[in-house]
């Protein structure tokens, strides 16, 4: 055989490479993005024009208030806004629009009281908003004139008192809850306490402090301390709960990271757990400081009240803004106008401390919250 006869027999066999056969044309989507829109100022024309149906309905069929008008229009909205989409966007952006026109009703429906009681209460009380209301306590004052000066510092000293009671105690418990319970007994006690402290009714709370006190001081005592105590009952379990849920939200990795470097359980708590979730507790705090600075109940059978200013919460009857609005409208006198117009301005004064409690709260969490920037 030739040379280049066995030559070839020692060369791979060259294989044809298979030239790729060109896809076949897809056919088009039912996707979103091939779908047309509604224009938005279509879907703002049926918002309007729903409206003003509705405003022509109560006007000439039955009466017209804010809930219906609200209901009315939701109605007319979502029908017309459904159908339309329906035609144009086709039916699962149309029942997506449907139910965002539903949730958003309700929210309405839910914020229409806290609008409805805050511009009554604004309307009423702004009338004796004036330098004399805090400046001058009631004592001595019969009819027009006075103020609140010594409810404003009542209510300021035992709210005080209160959170430097509670606030320790409640996170104390959330961080031996979350941090070293770890579902043992007691942990499990506990939590069915502060569940059970959270239903409890605040005139419970108010008589549970009288019945400890008067072992002590005898029957008929009053001082600003015992209702302390009082909203202690209910302000921890409130702090308990807030702090455990932000507690728990913590990543256990940020834990492990410090126990691998060798640093304390204390201080990996006070340093890493604590300064993490710090805008959480305060935000937790400020709703149980809210939740107990307007109740009246307890202050009734523990504090009474007084015209004069009593600044010694351990001697004494005090005057708080809650039982000062409360007496002043319940127990006017003639004319019932002074005494209502201080009852309304009381009530706004409570709404404008929470309001500025809430941004003191914002701001104390936005400033020591963990920077999560470079």
């Not at 044309?25 to 003003?52: E, I, N, Q, V, Y």
């Not at 604004?122 to 019969?142: A, H, I, K, N």
């Amino acid at each position: 055989m030739p040379d280049a006869d066995l030559h070839a027999l020692d060369q791979p066999a060259v294989r044809p490479v298979p030239q790729p056969t060109p896809a076949a044309p897809r056919p088009p989507t039912d996707t979103p993005l091939l779908h047309r829109r509604l224009p938005r100022f279509a879907t703002l024309g049926m918002l309007a024009a729903s409206l003003a149906v509705a405003i022509l309905l109560g006007l000439t069929v039955w009466s017209l208030n804010p809930v219906a008008l609200l209901l009315e229009t939701a109605v007319l909205y979502g029908v017309a806004v459904f159908v339309t989409s329906s035609v144009v966007e086709g039916r699962r952006n149309a029942v997506d629009r449907l139910v965002t026109v539903v949730v958003t009703t309700f929210f309405l429906l839910a914020l229409l009281p806290l609008v409805s009681v805050l511009i009554e209460v604004v309307g009423q009380g702004y009338q004796r908003f004036d330098l004399t209301f805090f400046t001058y306590s009631m004592r001595g004052v019969v009819g027009a004139g006075g103020g609140a000066y010594a409810a404003i510092v009542g209510t300021l000293i035992i709210t005080a008192l209160t959170t430097a009671v509670s606030v320790p105690i409640g996170i104390l418990t959330a961080v031996y809850l979350v941090e070293y319970s770890k579902g043992g007994r007691l942990g499990k006690v506990l939590t069915f306490f502060v569940d059970v402290m959270t239903g409890i009714p605040s005139i419970v709370a108010g008589l549970f402090a009288v019945a400890l006190f008067v072992l002590f001081l005898g029957p008929g005592a009053r001082a600003g301390i015992i209702g302390s105590v009082a909203l202690s009952v209910l302000m921890i379990p409130v702090v308990v709960r807030s702090t455990e849920e932000m507690l728990r939200l913590v990543p256990n990795e940020l834990r492990e990271a410090s126990y691998a470097l060798g640093v304390s359980r204390w201080r990996t708590i006070t340093k890493v757990v604590l300064r993490t979730a710090v805008a959480g507790i305060v935000t937790g705090v400020t709703l149980a400081v809210a939740r107990i600075i307007g109740e009246t109940a307890p202050l009734l059978v523990t504090v009474g009240t007084t015209t004069s200013t009593n600044t010694n919460p351990f001697s004494g009857r005090m005057a708080t803004l809650p039982v000062f609005s409360y007496y002043e409208y319940a127990q006017p006198g003639i004319p019932r106008e002074p005494y209502l117009d201080r009852a309304w301005a009381a009530a706004l004064t409570l709404i404008i401390i929470v309001m500025a409690l809430n941004l003191i709260a914002r701001l104390v969490s936005r400033i020591f919250a963990p920077k999560t920037g470079r």
